[in-house]
């Protein structure tokens, strides 16, 4: 059994050295185990999905001014919350952010959760939510086209 260290920087390729030389226990002068050797994968193009073609979300205009106080839906540790949009800078965009509580139910906290996210963070534009109660709300899937799954 041989042990080997392998790293990958780049995708499809790694790099791998054997780190369980035997040469000196054979008195070879020439080792060349502990040399990197590097392995690149095949890749295969797949076709894309219906699936695919529909979450490309449409391109933000971040330099448009027209976009503070507009309504945004990001996504936050893999959860989608939306938020009012009140500046923007070159690669962040600061977000007032509604609280979620269960799928699809959103409510503002007592406290304002104000935050810099980047701009690849923010999913797309939408229409501001509407009230479920007086003091919940939701967003509107079909219109703003948002897979919660």
């Not at 060349?32 to 193009?45: D, G, I, L, M, S």
């Not at 076709?47 to 945004?72: E, F, G, L, R």
Request: some cysteine.
């Amino acid at each position: 059994m041989r042990i080997h260290q392998v790293v990958t920087v780049t995708p499809g390729q790694i790099r791998y050295s054997d780190v369980s030389c035997l040469c000196s226990m054979r008195q070879t002068l020439e080792c060349h185990c502990y040399n990197f050797k590097t392995f690149t994968f095949e890749v295969q193009a797949r076709a894309p999905t219906q699936k695919d073609n529909s979450q490309n979300p449409p391109v933000i205009p971040w330099q448009n001014s027209d976009i503070i106080s507009q309504w945004c839906c990001l996504k936050y540790d893999d959860e989608i919350y939306p938020g009012v949009i009140q500046e923007v800078n070159e690669t962040h965009v600061k977000v007032k952010c509604m609280h979620r509580i269960a799928i699809n139910c959103f409510f503002w906290p007592q406290r304002d959760d104000v935050l810099w996210y980047m701009h690849e963070d923010i999913i797309r534009m939408i229409l501001p939510p509407t009230s479920v109660t007086s003091r919940h709300m939701e967003i509107n899937r079909d219109t703003n086209k948002i897979d919660y799954e």
